[in-house]
């Protein structure tokens, strides 16, 4: 309740009421005198506790009874209950349980694209292991088998293209049939010796893996001049 | 929540709205018809009743552009114009402060309490002394809380009209008490 007058008089004594209350003041009390009596009663009224008597119990229930013949309930709905428990009216969008699964469900969806690529990169590992596997039978099948263990896989590939050229810089030799066998060419030149080396070390290979995947073992090329000179006649 | 927008929702159907409304008003109402009504309980308890039941029937009668406690008041005021109309007597029963409409003291003191029930027995006699305008304005202000401006509105009258009454009505109530000065001013 705002202030009023009357607020004033129980709050401020005669001598400090300012020009205009005083003003206003003049038609109810011409002194001092009886602006504290006002003042008196005023307060003393305010100091009595006036408690309010309650009605009865009857009369709510009367009042219960007009209400719902006049607001009728209407017949409860299964998702009324879950709407209102979903989307509660009282809190904030942010702050409601469906906006919050949305986000959820939202956030989960954009990490999937993730989950596709990390199976993709975790299968390359893999295959480098079945590479290296097929590195190391082949290594063992050979007479001088060296470990490939510790090669590197481009290295390996890298042979196996310069293999597949060596067979075709001599026509005179067949190509590598699916079996894996390679028939011997006949011996022509500096390079027949490197050739009938190579050719030996592929049907080798070839044993271990019919189906002519093979890779040619790394040797030193101190070790074998005449392989190191076919390779840099080859490039 | 306020009360205007406790009243825009029992006009939807909102039971705890009106629940709310009733806890609030209750009370102040059937003191308020009591005084009103020669302290007749039973006629107080009806008009709380219908003054309620209003309520729920059409809420659309309240000016959701005006405070709800003056609207509520207003009708009040009118259904008590109306009542008198009906008797065309007013009945001055009261010989002191009914039972249900205490005054409560937290001073346990036996004296003081025997002090203080003289004392409210001489103000209500001497508020009933007073014709109607101007206890009622004096009640309006003192037992109901409303301010000069609300019961200006409640009474269909200006606020000089109010300070005029209740200002007689203060002077009048300090001049029979004065026998009672120690306890106005502990």
């Known amino acids: 309740m ?18 205009s209350e005083r003003e206003e003041l003049k038609s109810f009390c011409n002194s001092e005198d009886e602006y504290n009596q006002m003042k008196e009663v005023f ?42 428990v979903v989307v509660p009216k009282d809190k904030p969008v942010h702050r409601q349980p469906l906006a919050q699964i949305a986000a959820i469900a939202l956030l989960v969806l954009l990490t999937v694209p993730f989950w596709n690529s990390e199976v993709q990169i975790n299968d390359k590992p893999v295959q480098m292991a079945q590479a290296d596997v097929v590195d ?65 070390l592929a049907e080798a290979a070839a044993d271990e893996h019919p189906d002519g995947v093979f890779v040619a073992v790394s040797q030193p090329a101190s070790e074998e001049p005449e392989m190191l000179d076919l390779l840099t006649a080859t490039f | 929540m306020t009360d205007e927008s406790l009243m825009v929702a029992i006009s939807k159907g909102d039971k705890r709205a009106f629940d709310e409304i009733y806890n609030r008003y209750s009370g102040p109402l059937l003191g308020y018809f009591m005084r009103m009504l020669w302290r007749d309980r039973e006629k107080a308890e009806d008009f709380v009743h219908d003054i309620f039941a209003k309520i729920i029937r059409k809420p659309e009668l309240f000016d959701p552009s005006r405070t709800f406690k003056t609207w509520l008041y207003s009708v009040a005021n009118n259904m008590c114009k109306n009542e008198y109309k009906k008797q065309e007597v007013r009945k001055n029963t009261s010989n002191g402060l009914d039972e249900s409409y205490a005054v409560t003291d937290h001073n346990t003191n036996v004296l003081s309490e025997v002090f203080d029930s003289q004392f409210r027995d001489q103000f209500e006699k001497s508020l009933n002394d007073l014709d109607t305008k101007h206890s009622e304005v004096f009640r309006l202000r003192h037992l ?43």
């Not at chain 1, 305010?46 to 607001?71: C, I, V």
């Open chain 1, 43 to 84: 307060i003393g009224v305010e100091g009595m506790s006036w408690e309010h008597p309650k009605p009865k119990a009857e009369t709510k229930q009367r009042l219960d009874e007009l209400f719902d013949n006049t607001y009728p309930k209407a017949a409860p709905v299964w998702y009324s209950s879950v709407l209102t």
């Open chain 1, 136 to 200: 190391q039978e082949a290594a063992a099948s050979s007479e001088t088998a060296v470990p490939v263990k510790d090669k590197p896989v481009a290295e390996a590939e890298n042979e196996t293209a310069v293999n597949v050229r060596v067979a075709e810089d001599f026509p005179a030799t067949p190509q590598p049939e699916p079996g894996g066998r390679v028939a011997s060419a006949s011996a022509a030149g500096s390079g027949a010796i490197a050739e009938n080396r190579f050719n030996s």
């Open chain 1, 2 to 19: 705002k202030k009023d007058l009357i607020d004033t008089i129980m709050e401020k004594d005669y001598h400090a009421l300012t020009a």
């Open chain 2, 144 to 186: 109901d809380g409303l301010s000069i401006k609300e019961i200006a509105e409640i009474l269909k009258i200006s606020d000089g009209t109010v300070k005029s009454r209740l200002f007689y009505a203060t002077k009048y109530l300090a001049s029979s008490l004065e026998a009672f000065n120690p306890v106005l001013n502990r």
